[in-house]
């Protein structure tokens, strides 16, 4: 069963190690960390039906979408070196800004 509610100690210290890992890495050779990462931690899981729940909840298919907003698990952030990357856009989407705990949320 994939656990949704915070666990992660020193999560802090584990977010400043993630993004010092991408520091000097361009855009696809980030991609391809992060998509290494999501490997080694799904062999370290390994349960089939865990890592189906988190690929659900990753893309948000999981809940309907009036229950996404509500739902108080864990929400991913984009990383600010992908914002800061963008050539777009100087400020992410509103949907970037989002997070389940309502920092940096938007008011719609």
Known sequence: M????????????????LIAAHQGLSTP????MNARLVLLLANHIGDHATLQ????????????AADRRANHAITPVVPT??????????????????????AGSDST
């Open 29 to 32: 050779e980030s991609h391809a």
């Open 81 to 102: 070196h992908a914002v800061a990357a963008s050539p777009h856009s100087q400020h992410p989407p509103p949907q970037l800004q989002h997070r389940a705990d309502g």
């Open 2 to 17: 994939l656990n949704t509610q915070p666990n992660l100690r020193a999560c802090d210290d584990f977010y400043e190690a």
């Open 53 to 64: 729940n988190a690929l659900q909840l990753a893309r948000g298919s999981a809940l309907p």
